[in-house]
């Protein structure tokens, strides 16, 4: 099986933008969560979706935002972009259901903000 | 709050030697526990997981930790460190009714020693 893409691998933008990043699950998972990793924070829970419904959501303000599709890729959309969104936004997905499943993480996309 | 702690930000081993990685975790209960590795510039490798049942667990590359409920921790050890160790080591709970939701503790990088 193909494992999680992400794509672009690597952005870089202006404050104020906005910017969307694209992750495709491993074929048949319907979990989609996506994290920020960066130096200072570590790795943060941005949001889980499942079955195209946000299931879970961390502390982020609501310029993070994201969906799922029917075929359970998910996008994440960062709007008025700040610095400190630069940072590598990593997408995992897993198969429906609790927490012991095992989430699967792809290569992630670099964001710059300059 | 619930939060988990990796106290060690940074260890340099040789290589042959052991090696141990601490990890602990605040919960009211038991969660369910992980260990994944990081490469530079990649995603995150699951090296193993404990639910239940035995306390000792066997991962992937010749890892294993031990869960220790009076201690709260999920201690990850190699008995012998080869150089493509090296890479940051992060341990990670999810809750039963979060299932997509990983908090990651600040990680450990390690370094190894010719």
């Known amino acids: 099986k193909a494992g999680v893409t992400q794509t672009p691998r690597y952005l870089i933008k202006t404050r104020g933008q906005q910017v969307t990043l694209s992750c495709s699950p491993i074929s048949g998972h319907r979990s989609v969560s996506w994290y920020q990793q960066t130096p200072g924070q570590g790795l943060q829970f941005l949001f889980e979706?499942?079955?195209?419904?946000?299931?879970n959501k961390g502390n982020f303000p609501g310029r993070f935002s994201g969906r799922q599709f029917s075929n359970s890729r998910s996008e994440m959309n960062v709007s008025t972009l700040e610095l400190g969104d630069s940072a590598l936004y990593l997408c995992?997905?897993?198969?429906?259901?609790?927490?012991?499943?095992?989430?699967?993480f792809g290569p992630g996309t670099r964001l710059t903000v300059l | 709050a619930q939060s988990v702690t990796q106290p060690d930000i940074h260890i340099t081993v040789s290589e042959g030697a052991s090696l141990e990685l601490r990890c602990n975790y605040s919960?009211?209960?038991?969660?369910?526990l992980f260990w994944y590795v990081q490469s530079p510039g990649q995603g995150l490798q699951l090296l193993l997981k404990?639910?239940?049942?035995?306390?000792l667990v066997q991962g992937i590359k010749g890892f294993e930790a031990e869960f220790k409920r009076s201690q709260s921790s999920f201690n990850l050890r190699k008995p012998s460190v080869h150089w493509s160790d090296a890479a940051e080591y992060f341990c990670?709970?999810?809750?039963?009714?979060?299932?997509?939701?990983?908090?990651f503790g600040q990680g450990t990088e390690l370094s190894v020693k010719p």
């Open positions: 919960y009211g209960a038991t969660p369910y």
């Open positions: 979706y499942f079955s195209e419904t946000q299931r």
């Open positions: 990670a709970v999810a809750l039963y009714n979060q299932g997509g939701k990983l908090i």
């Open positions: 404990y639910f239940s049942g035995d306390t």
């Open positions: 995992a997905s897993s198969p429906p259901a609790s927490g012991r499943d095992t989430q699967y």
